[in-house]
């Protein structure tokens, strides 16, 4: 009978650990690439208020989502090509989306921010600069660059489609996930499998001069 029970548990506890990923290619991810080049284009400034992230996780019991703001940045457009830029992530405008009660709201927001996941009064901003871009054609680039996020930096390489590219603008938009695990990010204990280890990213760029 111990023995069944314990099977039973054990299969249990399985069931939980495995929670399924948000929809979503996932980025491919290495280490962290040098920078030194310089950047060819000219120098378009990332506008805030219509650029954004959009983030979404999942959890054993349903799923949270909410929006992450960008403060600011650069991108560099040559021949109305994107060539390289970089910009900032404000990781204390991190909020929830889904959630109306207010201390409900409050208390997930101030869990994400906190040292269990983001840690965000000692690491308030995150930044992603532009490594590499290669046009596949059909207004659609691959990107690679690195990411750097809680004091840890890792490469990643994701798809993006151009909205629009003149020379004295810029959009594009891009829909992947990435591992939090490979950035630190892991809630202590068990309860971190109750998570999914992706988080999907809808990032949605916008530059002028």
């Not at 378009?44 to 940045?73: E, M, Y």
């Not at 891009?174 to 988080?199: C, L, M, V």
């Amino acid at each position: 009978m111990k023995k069944l029970l314990f099977v039973l548990l054990g299969g249990s506890v399985f069931l939980t650990s495995c929670v399924d990923n948000p929809e979503g290619k996932k980025a491919e991810t290495t280490d962290s690439v040098s920078t030194t080049q310089p950047v060819a284009g000219a120098g378009l400034a990332v506008d805030p208020a219509a650029s954004s992230i959009a983030w979404l996780g999942n959890k054993v019991t349903g799923k949270h989502n909410g929006t992450i703001k960008i403060s600011g940045g650069t991108l560099n457009v040559q021949d109305g090509k994107l060539t390289g830029g970089k910009f900032t992530i404000d990781m204390n405008s991190l909020s929830n989306l889904d959630i109306t009660d207010t201390a409900y709201k409050a208390k997930l927001e101030g869990h994400l921010k906190s040292p269990d996941f983001f840690d965000v009064a000692k690491y308030p901003e995150a930044n992603f600069e532009i490594t590499s871009v290669t046009d596949s054609g059909s207004n659609k680039l691959k990107i690679s660059g690195n990411l750097t996020l809680k004091g840890i930096s890792k490469n990643i390489t994701f798809d993006a489609d151009v909205v629009e590219s003149t020379p004295t603008s810029f959009k594009a938009k891009a829909d992947f996930n990435i591992n939090r695990h490979d950035w630190g990010i892991t809630y202590p204990g068990q309860k971190d499998d109750a998570i999914s280890q992706e988080i999907n990213l809808k990032v949605d760029l916008q530059a002028k001069a």
